[in-house]
C-alpha cells in the first residue's frame, strides 16, 4: 500500500500532539496457558524489549477467568531490571483487590517505577467466567462500572490525602474510609496515569474524558476508533480539561509471519487457549491483525491516522518471544515514521 492511497487529512483541532509510543504486553497469561510459571524469562523479557527500543511494558490480571501472575508484582520487578522503559497494567482490574490495597500496592509500585508507571483500568471483561472470578473474591459484577469509577476516586482521595488540606477521609456509595494520610504516598505527586480501559459507548467516553488521563480501547473498527477518539476531545473540551488532555491509545494483537495462513493458523490457536472461543468470534470485539510485519504495520497504521497516539500491542502466540525482534526491527520504525508525519502536521 502505498503513501499516496492515504492522503493526509485536513488539521484536527482535537488530535492529540504528544509524540506517538508503542508498547508490548508481556507474556504472563501466555506462561500460564503453557503450564509455567517463572519470573526469570519475563524479566528478559522485560530486558529484551527495552533494548529493542519499544517505550512501554504491559501486563494484565485476572486470577480465575485468565490466570497469570499478579501484574503488579511482575511490573515492579519488570521496572526494577529496567531503566527507562514504562510499565502499565493493560488492563487491572481494581474491583479484585480491596480499594486500600490497591491504592498501597500501586503506591509500592510507584516507588520502584517513579514517573514510568501507567495504570490502564477495567471494569470486568463481560464473559460468564469474568463474573465468576468476582463471585470468587466477593465482588460486585453487577454495577461494577460504577464501582470502578469509586475505586478511583478513593484511590486519588488517598493519594493526596494530607496534602495541603485535602480529605484524609473517603465517602462513597460503595467504599467509605478513614485514615487515608496513613497510606505511603506514590513517588509521583497524585500518583500514576489511570486509563480507562473500554469501548466506544457514549457513557464510556464521557467517563474517559471527564474522569481519566486516558482511553484504553481495542476497537477492531478504525473508523469507529476515530469517531470516538474525537468525541472523547470534545467531551474533555467541554469539560475544562483540553482536548488533548486524554492521551489516545489501543490494545491490538498481532501475529507476525510473511506466510499469512500460518500466522491466522497460529493466531487462531492462540485465541482458543487464552478465550476459549474461536478468532472469528473475538475479533468482533476486539482489534486483530496477522501476517507480515509489514502488513500489521500498515494495519495500526490506520489507528495512528485515527489519532492513537500509545499503541499497546500483544502477540498473538503461545510462544511470543521469536516474533519480537521482526516486530522491533520492521513494525517499530515503520509505524513510529507514519506516527511522526501525522504528529507533525497537527503541530
Same mark, same amino acid.
Not at 493526509?8 to 483541532?13: A, G, I, Q, V
Not at 482521595?157 to 493526596?160: I, K, S, V
Not at 499469512?260 to 482489534?287: F, K, N, P, V
Given at each position: 500500500m502505498t503513501p499516496t492511497q492515504h492522503p493526509?487529512?485536513?488539521?484536527?483541532?482535537t488530535m492529540s500532539t504528544e509524540p506517538l509510543r508503542i508498547g508490548i504486553l508481556l507474556p504472563t497469561r501466555e506462561q500460564a496457558i503453557n503450564g509455567t510459571y517463572a519470573a526469570a524469562p519475563l524479566l528478559d523479557f522485560a530486558r529484551q524489549a527495552e533494548a529493542l527500543g519499544f517505550d512501554s511494558l504491559w501486563a494484565g490480571d485476572s486470577l480465575t477467568a485468565r490466570p497469570r501472575l499478579d501484574p503488579l508484582v511482575v511490573l515492579s520487578a519488570a521496572a526494577a531490571a529496567t531503566e527507562r522503559i514504562t510499565v502499565g497494567?493493560?488492563? #487491572?482490574?481494581?474491583?479484585?483487590?480491596?480499594p486500600l490495597i490497591g491504592a498501597n500496592m500501586v503506591s509500592s509500585l510507584s516507588h520502584v517505577a517513579a514517573d514510568r508507571l501507567v495504570l490502564g483500568l477495567g471494569s470486568g471483561f463481560p464473559m460468564p467466567e469474568t463474573e465468576e472470578e468476582f463471585a470468587s473474591v466477593g465482588a460486585s459484577f453487577q454495577g461494577r462500572v460504577g464501582r470502578l469509577d469509586e475505586i478511583t476516586a478513593l484511590w486519588r482521595?488517598?493519594?493526596?490525602s494530607g496534602e495541603d488540606g485535602e480529605p484524609t477521609e473517603f465517602q462513597g456509595r460503595f467504599w467509605q474510609a478513614e485514615h487515608l494520610?496513613? #497510606? *505511603?504516598?506514590?513517588?509521583?505527586?497524585?500518583?500514576? *496515569? #489511570?486509563?480507562?480501559?473500554?469501548?466506544?459507548?457514549?457513557?464510556?467516553?464521557?467517563?474517559?474524558?471527564? @474522569?481519566?488521563?486516558?482511553?484504553? *480501547?481495542?476497537?477492531?473498527?478504525?473508523?469507529?476508533?476515530?469517531?470516538?477518539r474525537r468525541r472523547i476531545a470534545e467531551l474533555a473540551e467541554e469539560a475544562g480539561r483540553g482536548a488533548g488532555a486524554v492521551t489516545p491509545a489501543l490494545y491490538a494483537?498481532?501475529?507476525?509471519?510473511?506466510?499469512?495462513?500460518?500466522? @491466522?493458523?497460529? &493466531?487462531?490457536?492462540?485465541?482458543?487457549?487464552?478465550?476459549?472461543?474461536?478468532?472469528?468470534?473475538? @475479533?468482533?470485539?476486539?482489534?486483530?491483525?496477522?501476517?507480515?510485519?509489514?502488513?500489521c504495520a500498515e494495519w495500526l497504521g490506520?489507528?495512528?491516522r485515527a489519532g492513537a497516539r500509545h499503541l499497546v500491542v500483544r502477540i498473538?502466540? #503461545?510462544?511470543?518471544? *521469536?516474533?519480537?525482534?521482526?516486530?522491533?526491527?520492521?513494525?517499530?520504525?515503520?509505524?513510529?515514521? &507514519?506516527?511522526?508525519?501525522?504528529?507533525?502536521?497537527?503541530s
Open positions: 493526509m487529512p485536513e488539521r484536527d483541532l497494567t493493560a488492563a #487491572l482490574t481494581p474491583a479484585l483487590r480491596h482521595t488517598a493519594w493526596r494520610d496513613r #497510606l *505511603p504516598s506514590p513517588a509521583v505527586v497524585g500518583g500514576p *496515569p #489511570l486509563w480507562l480501559a473500554g469501548s466506544d459507548t457514549p457513557k464510556v467516553l464521557a467517563r474517559a474524558a471527564t @474522569r481519566y488521563d486516558g482511553w484504553l *480501547p481495542f476497537l477492531p473498527d478504525v473508523e469507529a476508533y476515530g469517531r470516538a494483537t498481532v501475529t507476525v509471519n510473511s506466510d499469512e495462513t500460518a500466522a @491466522r493458523a497460529e &493466531l487462531e490457536h492462540y485465541i482458543s487457549h487464552y478465550y476459549g472461543r474461536s478468532l472469528d468470534q473475538m @475479533r468482533t470485539i476486539q482489534a486483530y491483525a496477522w501476517g507480515s510485519a509489514e502488513k490506520e489507528y495512528v498473538g502466540s #503461545l510462544d511470543p518471544e *521469536p516474533q519480537l525482534k521482526e516486530i522491533a526491527e520492521v513494525l517499530l520504525p515503520a509505524v513510529r515514521a &507514519l506516527g511522526h508525519t501525522v504528529g507533525s502536521t497537527q
